[in-house]
């Protein structure tokens, strides 16, 4: 495979923009090599400007759901585009998203958009903070809401209940109020509530964790959740920027948080993002109440257009998710058979994930004691190959509504070879 141009692209990049992009994980630099530049994408499949096609199973990050460039999402933002790219005012397109969104969420009840993951988790928290008038958040190690300070945050040594900052430019008392507890770890979280819970405003937790690798929660984890914060009077909050629309969590475990986060694909591909939930909480956001969050781009008609687009298809394709999640099955069964007992495919939904270890993986401290160099020789392998995957052991990868059989058949016998020689 020729990645030469791409080689030169990254060269020059580099001189801009530290490691060469703008998010750190685009850079490839866990798996040493130099990242292919992408020119376009079409469905399953990404092209790069050496001219390379690759099946795509990062489908930028999440958001991706019905493949790159779907016709009806397209030809909806161009129609957009020619009445303008952002008014800074009203429109019914904020409206009609946030009415879609409803009726996937109906725990939602009032929502606010924004423009990332990042800023609706950050806001979340802001709204917990200043409705329950606590200062302490719970998060659990492994979990990504995103880079805002509060949540850039590491278990400290020792005691529970001290976080220490994971990056230069956290302060330690900003990282103090954060409580960084194992994922699926229902007895800490239990201890820590009994010893602090009347100064907690809230958790934050990805239902199904998708930033440490895919891990699911087991052992009524969500379930303990609910009810220790009900008990001690903090909110809930799930963020489900990455799991949501793909799974309905929610519904499935019977849980209703106090807020979601949404992303990735509410966006349908542009910056978008969300965060709401009960009514009584929300009416505190300004300008309906105190709790300052505002955004220029906020609601951004382009961005409506093509979240509005992929809901719709979402929810007026029959049995959407199954087929989806049926997909992924035949594929995540195939990769198992090949694989074998020395590797962990955990599977939600539309998502999954290969961490080369013989044990389950339930936190991430089992993550992190995954093979990286197979994996990384296993990664260049199927690069080589033609199927582009996340270049880290820690991300989730994801399968779209344009993946054909074949993709599936071209990925299995990708991953055959590619197993051989890992
Ligand atoms: C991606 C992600 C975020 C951050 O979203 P950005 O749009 O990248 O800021 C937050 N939470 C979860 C669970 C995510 O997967």
């Not at 270049?391 to 590619?418: G, M, N, Y």
Request: with cysteine.
């Amino acid at each position: 495979m020729n990645l030469e141009k791409s080689a030169a692209a990254f060269a020059k990049a580099k001189k801009f923009m530290p490691g060469g992009v703008n998010s750190p994980v685009r850079s490839f630099s866990s798996v040493d090599c130099s990242p292919p530049f992408i020119a376009r994408a079409k469905g399953s499949r990404i092209f790069d400007i050496d001219g390379n096609e690759y099946v795509d199973y990062v489908g930028s990050w999440g958001p991706m759901i019905l493949g790159h460039a779907h016709e009806k999402v397209i030809s909806a933002l161009q129609k957009a585009v020619e009445r303008g790219t952002s008014y800074g005012a009203p429109t019914e397109l904020e409206t009609q998203l946030a009415e879609l969104v409803q009726k996937f969420y109906p725990s939602i009840e009032v929502l606010r958009m924004v423009n990332s993951g990042t800023e609706a988790t950050m806001s979340a928290i802001r709204v917990a903070r200043g409705f329950t008038r606590r200062d302490k958040i719970v998060k659990f190690i492994g979990c990504y809401h995103g880079h805002s300070d509060s949540l850039l945050v590491n278990a400290g040594s020792g005691a529970a209940t001290f976080g220490e900052p994971s990056s230069p430019g956290v302060t330690k008392n900003i990282a103090r109020d954060t409580i960084a507890i194992p994922y699926n770890d229902s007895a800490t979280v239990e201890k820590v509530f009994a010893e602090c819970g009347g100064q907690i405003a809230c958790v934050i937790v990805e239902p199904i964790a998708g930033n440490m690798g895919l891990v699911l929660p087991k052992n009524n984890f969500l379930q303990t959740l609910r009810a220790v914060t009900e008990k001690f009077g903090a909110l809930l909050i799930f963020d489900e920027v990455m799991c949501g629309f793909r799974n309905d969590v929610q519904k499935d475990f019977q849980i209703q948080p106090d807020l979601t986060c949404l992303g990735k694909i509410i966006g349908g591909g542009l910056p978008c993002a969300a965060y709401g939930g009960r009514e009584n909480i929300m009416r505190n956001v300004s300008p309906d109440g105190k709790i300052y969050q505002a955004g220029t781009l906020s609601g951004n008609p382009l961005a409506m257009t093509a979240g509005i687009a992929t809901l719709k298809i979402l929810s007026a394709t029959p049995n959407f998710t199954e087929n989806l999640t049926a997909k992924t099955s035949k594929l995540v069964g195939g990769l198992k058979k090949i694989l074998g007992a020395e590797v962990q495919i955990p599977q939600a939904g539309s998502m999954f994930s290969i961490f080369f270890s013989a044990k389950p993986v339930e936190n991430f401290a089992d993550a992190a004691a995954a093979d990286q160099n197979k994996f990384k020789r296993w990664f260049k392998n199927m690069l080589e190959r033609g199927i582009y995957l996340a270049p880290s052991q820690f991300e989730t990868l994801f399968v779209s509504a344009a993946h054909s059989d074949e993709d599936i058949s071209k990925t299995l016998a990708a991953a055959e070879r590619s197993w051989l020689n890992a």
